[in-house]
C-alpha cells in the first residue's frame, strides 16, 4: 500500500461457514486497504456450530479483522420479539454511528441486519458501497423462491410493514438495490437477475493464502477429524438434504448401488450429509467396508484443504461442486445424476455444462469410477 493512503473501513457481515471462508479470503487480500470488522449476523442463540467459528475468529491474532461480534435473531414471540428487534436495531445503529463504514460485504442480502446496516449508512450521508459476495449456486441458477407470489408480494409488505420502506426483498439472492458490486467465482455466468451489477472476479489465488491455511487447518484438528483416514480418501461424496433426494425417485437406491460397488473394489470412501439432516445414515452405507463418515456438522470448505490431490469430490444439487472448482482446482471433479429425471436437478445442468460438468447418470459413473480397483 503507498504510505499516506487511509485505510476504507469496511463491515463483513456472514451467516455461514461458507459466508465466512469467502470473507476470510477476500479480506486477507485486502487487508492492507481496509480496517474491517466482522459480524456474524441471524444467528440463533443454540447454534454451536458457528458459536465455535466466532470464537476462533475472535482467539485468533493473525485475523484481518480488527474486531468479531456477533448478533443473534430476534427471539421470543409477540411484544418480546418486538423488543429483541428494536435492540438488535439500536445495537447496530451505534455500530454504524461510530465506525461508519465505507464498504458492507454479505453473502445474504436477505439479511434484515445488512439492509438496517445500509439504511444507517443512507441516514447519514455515508456513501457506503454494497457488495456481494458469491455464496454459492444461488450466484448462478438464482433463488426460485423469489418468484413466488408469496415471496415477492406476501413476505415484502409484511417486512415493510413491521420494519419500514427501507427493506427490499430481492429478486434473488444478491439482487437488492443496496449491492452495488460483486465479487464472485464465474462474474460472465451469474444469473440474468445480476447482470446488471459491477462484479470483480474471485480469485482462487486468494484461498491459497497461507494464513487462511493455517486456520482451516486448525478448525479441521478441533473437528476431530482422524486425518490420517482423509489423506486416504479417493473419493468424497457429498450428498444434498434428505427432502431434496427423496424428492428424485431411485436416488437414494442409486447412490447405495453406486457405494457398494466401490466399496466391493476396495475404495476408501468419505459419506458427508448434509448439515441440516438429523436422520443418522439416511443412505445405510455406513457399513460398507472402507466407507467412513465425515460429520455432517463439519462444514464442506474446512475439509476440502486436507484432501488428498488424487481423490475424486462428487456431488449433485449443492454448492460443494463450486467450492470445490474454486478453492481446490487441483482436484477431480464429477456431477452425479441420479434416479430419474428431475426439474429440481435440472435447473443447475446449463451451469454444470459452462463447467465443464457433464452430469453422469449411474452406469456412467460406475464406468468412470468402479472399473478398476484404485490403490
Known sequence: MTKGITKKTA????STPLHLLVSLAVALSRRDEEEAKLFFVAQESDNRRMDFFRKSMQAWQESPFVETKIFFRPSGKG??????????FADLKSEVDAFRPERVYVGNDRHLEFQWVMHQCRELGVNAQGIYLDEGLYTYVG??????FSDRVVDDWLKKLFYGFWWQTPPTI??????????????DWVTPLLKEKAAEPLRSVW????????????W????????ERLETCQLMLTLPETNDMRQVLGYESEARDLLTRLSDKGWQIAVKYHPKDLENDVLSVLSLPGVFEIPANVPFEVILPSLPENCFVLG????????TRLFRPNLQVMVMQLGESSGHFDQFLGFYEKLGLTPKKLPELVESLGVTKRT
Open 11 to 14: 463491515y463483513y457481515l456472514v
Open 79 to 88: 411484544w418480546d420479539k418486538v423488543a429483541s428487534r428494536k435492540r438488535l
Open 143 to 148: 433463488r426460485k423462491a423469489s418468484k413466488r
Open 174 to 187: 444478491g439482487g437488492s438495490k443496496w449491492i452495488d458490486e460483486m465479487i464472485v467465482a464465474y462474474p
Open 207 to 218: 484461498f491459497e493464502n497461507g494464513q487462511l491455511q493455517e486456520i482451516t487447518q486448525a
Open 220 to 227: 479441521l484438528k478441533s473437528f476431530s477429524i482422524d486425518q
Open 316 to 323: 449433485d444439487m449443492s454448492t460443494t461442486v463450486l467450492t
